[in-house]
């Protein structure tokens, strides 16, 4: 495989596929629905499948309207930060010391080879997990199988038992697994401490595979 687009066009011959995208235009056509259409695929758009050195496997698009736009945990910059992502920040500042900054758009870690995927790519307003069984499971374990075969040492940030249990057919030994709780503040405060920026910098060095710029700067 080449690209993402190749890798989307092949998946739109099959027949979970199709089946899929009929319940999610049905979706947006009788509701709010979230991502926006355009961007239900701009974690590809914005992480070029060449370009692929760590994923993020997050579970549901943000609800509310304005939010989600195709990246896990990221929001567009005019956006209040969400409790989940204050929490990142927090971490990372203590990782690596790096400060927050004042919106939580992280399209800039997406340019440096950070996929931020979602298990779910769409979401009725204000309804978790809505789409949940739609289909979008069988759609994720094809992304991830790609991920699992890809050819170059890539990092996997697994937080929480979602995530985990998403990732359980990543076994290609030259991947690196970081698993640890969710960072959101309902999960406790396990996720402070785990330093998976460092990590995942060392790991990306190590492999000779060039480390992520952390610091957010657009």
């Known amino acids: 495989m080449k690209n993402w687009n190749e890798f989307l066009e092949e998946e739109k011959k099959e027949e979970y596929f199709i089946k899929l995208m009929e319940k999610v235009d049905e979706a947006y056509k009788n509701g709010n629905v979230f991502p926006p259409k355009e961007e ?3 974690c590809f758009d914005l ?3 060449d370009n692929v050195k760590v994923v993020i496997i997050g579970q ?3 609800h509310r309207a304005g939010q989600a736009h195709g990246l896990s945990f990221s929001v567009k910059p005019a956006i209040k930060i969400p409790p989940s992502l204050k929490n990142i920040y927090k971490e990372l500042k203590t990782d690596l010391n790096i400060d ?3 919106h939580g ?3 800039s870690w997406a340019k440096q080879g950070v996929l931020m995927m ?3 790519w769409t979401v009725n307003e204000g309804k978790a997990g809505s789409h949940k069984k739609f289909g979008w499971t069988k759609f994720t374990q094809r992304v991830l199988n790609v991920l699992n075969e890809y050819d170059q040492p890539l990092v996997f940030l697994l937080w929480g038992n979602h995530a985990i249990e998403a990732a359980n057919g990543i076994n290609n030994p030259k991947h690196l697994l970081l698993k640890s709780p969710h960072p959101s503040p309902l999960a406790g405060g396990g996720f402070f401490g785990t330093k998976p920026f460092s990590k995942a910098n060392e790991f990306l060095e190590k492999e000779s595979r060039g480390s992520i710029d952390w610091k957010i700067t657009e």
């Open 100 to 102: 927050s900054p004042n």
């Open 47 to 49: 992480c070029s499948y």
């Open 105 to 107: 758009y992280l399209a």
């Open 60 to 62: 549901d698009p943000y």
């Open 40 to 42: 239900m695929f701009s």
């Open 118 to 120: 979602n298990t779910s």
